[in-house]
């Protein structure tokens, strides 16, 4: 495996980064593909199985760790796995894109030290955490209890930030999209 470039944009949930790969998505002539990660929770709202995520049963998330079908994979929340299937990437460099992951901090330092070279690693850091919780109650996507533990979560996860090649402070939004698309189009031509 090999070709593309890979660009993981990792952060606590509710700091925008789902918003902020999707405008880079848009961006036709950056040439990016997202990652379809596989998980193992119920979809949400109105997520369609093999768009936002590749829905598995628990079963068969398992099933597809004992034949080593991941890149990588995490119980990211308790009986909640999440991972990168190396089919996606494989995919994605066939169609001679660049790959993009939404994915958390521990997978995307994983990411990164798998193709410490062909990666970018930002992490998107929300203005405070008080301004996540608005962003994830806002959202109206999460039950409280889910709430709660993405909070408890992100405490831990903003310790991890240094560990990125790039913090992309997501305060404005339009100001926030601009500098991830210029990050993403100068690693381009690296
Ligand atoms: P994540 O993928 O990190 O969990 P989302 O992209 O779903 O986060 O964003 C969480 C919520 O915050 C969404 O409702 C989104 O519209 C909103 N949001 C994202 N960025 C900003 C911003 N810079 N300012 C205000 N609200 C934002
Ligand atoms: P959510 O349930 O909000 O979609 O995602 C929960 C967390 O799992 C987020 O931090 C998300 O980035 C992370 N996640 C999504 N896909 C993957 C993946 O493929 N691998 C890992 N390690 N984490 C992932």
Redesign the pocket.
Known sequence: MGKGKLFVF?AP?GSGKTTIVRHLLQQEALKLDFSI?A?S?APRGEEVDGKEYHFLSLEDFKRNIDADKFV???E?YANNF???LKSELERIWNLGKHVVF???V??GLNIKSQFPKETLAVFVQPPSIEEMERRLRGRQTDAEDKIVERIAKAEEELRFAEKFDVILVNDSLEIAKEEAEQLVSTFIKK
């Open positions: 990792s949930s990660s998980t929770r990588e994979w995490e990211v999440y991972g990168t939404d994915i958390d521990v997978g």
